[in-house]
């Protein structure tokens, strides 16, 4: 990995994967890719060069994996799961169109590509404790739909022409720079700015909802990790399981009053995020995504609450 594009460069992973990746890869073009509404900002727009790369537009990003030799294509391009309930439509041309664009550009050009998929690829049929790697995929969200049509045609484009594809299921994801914005597992990143800003926490998940969530630090290390594994050793591609830790609103809550002993939270359940929520898993097995490229998580609940409350703390002081 030299040169990559980032689609979706604004969004909760993108912010912190391209600036991660900048350092990582040190020499290369890493081209922070935006849609205009959502143009970057700060040390995003500072530390490396950024181009409108809309994934409806074929052309465009094709101009921008030649002008810039492109060699790896983050596709971060989604709506997620309540939006994308509430516009089907869209969320289908962003998550299926939008990816076909981008598999056909990197065909031509010779491109690897991730594209992150979730657990919302798994549906109320799928077993729900330890979920396997291969399992029944049956969601009945558009979210979920996209998600496996996603991974079946990242597939498809590798066995039939080659393109490097490689995807993970992502869990809900807890980080403190971007903000979410429209998912079922956002509570998980709402509770702490809650606990920091001395504010009550209205819980839009039921107590008893156990989801599988991840600190960012370790989705990005899973995201840049597997685009460098060894391709000999993967006998999966899209998508592998992975997962850092498995909760319920009330063990959130009560492991961050150790450190906010005056949080209080109540319940104002959201039935759409509750019926999206009790489709998926309560825990997500990820042996393959051990076996296969060393995956391995370094934050559990109690680290990953030390550090929220901490970046948050420090943010609100600056
Ligand atoms: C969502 O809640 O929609 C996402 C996901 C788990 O894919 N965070």
Redesign the pocket.
Known sequence: MKNVLIIGSTGQIGTELTLELRKHCKGGNIVAGYIPGAEPKGELLETGPAEITDIMNDRQIAGVVSRYKIDTIYNLAAL???VAEAKPQMAWKVGMDGLFNVLEVAREYGCAVFTPS???VFGDNTPKDRTPQDTIRNPRTM?GVTKVGGELLSDYYHIRFGVDTRSVR????VSYLAP?G?????YAVDIYRAAVAGRRFECPIAAGTFMDMMYMPDALRAAIRLMEADPDRLIHRNAFNVTAMSFDPEIIFENIRQYVPDFDMGYRVDPLRQAIADSWPNSLDDTCAREEWGWQPEYDLDAMTRDMLSKLQARIRV
């Open positions: 997620l799961s309540a979730s657990i919302g979210y992502f869990p809900g994801l979410p429209g998912g079922t597992t956002d």
